[in-house]
């Protein structure tokens, strides 16, 4: 049976509102969905094993909390790159293997699907440019956020006016990793060094994803902030991918966090 209950998203003061300049966004949480089960709520990855009439209606709630139909909700098939896609109007014949989209097209819902990784939403609102990345560390460190925001300024944004709202990711507290990813990041720029501490497990370090995403951010000349929600510390309101595999459960459910421009 639908489950009326409709999702209540968490949202970015650095993002503005529809009432203010026309652009509205949402940082969706598992509440408000239909689905059951490991799946329980709001998701809406089609990638998973989920009942996809779920999926689907999970789908076409969030497009309607933010004024669209469910065919002009457009998401990316993620594969943890640094490409970035320009939509103008919802795919035609399937989704473009990509990590981040920007649009200056009104009434077009772009999103990025996460279970840990970083969502950042991004928004010019003078110019009204707005974009959506996925970034792990894979993207992240690869340039995904960086292209995101040329791919902006492409579109008639500003740097200096773009606003970038890190969304519910894995925390520090959360995100342990071993020494070949420490010794990954310390030889590509030793310093990296700040964005790891010791674990209380010899050989591991506690990695700071959310620090690392806004640092770069920073270094690229925006404004950015994060919502510092932790993914995985928080069940009841997020899917975890490395939950998850802790509990050696079958699959796992996505969030996603989108944004558009209002018509």
Known sequence: M??????????????GSPETNQIAHGFF???????????????????????????????????????????????VHQVHSPDVVTVTAPFVGGRPDADAMVTATPGIVIGALSA?????????????VVGAAHAGWKGAIGG???NTIEAMIALGARRDRIHAAL???????????????YDQFVGADPAYKRFFRDSVKDGHKMFDLWAFIITRLNQA?????????????????????????HRKEPDYGRQISA???ME
């Open 144 to 146: 995904v956020l960086e």
């Open 221 to 245: 000349g925006v404004n950015a902030s994060s919502l510092e929600q932790c993914t995985y510390a928080d069940e009841d309101q997020f899917f975890s991918y490395r939950r998850t595999t």
């Open 29 to 75: 949480t598992r509440q408000g969905g239909v689905s059951n089960g490991i799946y329980r709520g709001l998701n809406v990855g089609s990638g998973s094993n989920d009942n996809q009439d779920h999926v689907k209606e999970n789908r076409r709630r969030v497009a309607e909390s933010l004024g669209v139909p469910l065919s002009h909700l457009v998401t």
């Open 167 to 181: 969304g519910p990711t894995i925390g520090p507290d959360n995100y342990e990793v071993g020494g070949e990813f």
């Open 2 to 15: 639908i489950n009326s209950n409709k999702p209540v998203p968490l949202r970015s003061s650095l993002l």
């Open 116 to 128: 840990d990784c970083g969502p950042i939403l991004f928004a010019d609102n003078e110019a009204k």
């Open 259 to 261: 944004i558009t421009i």
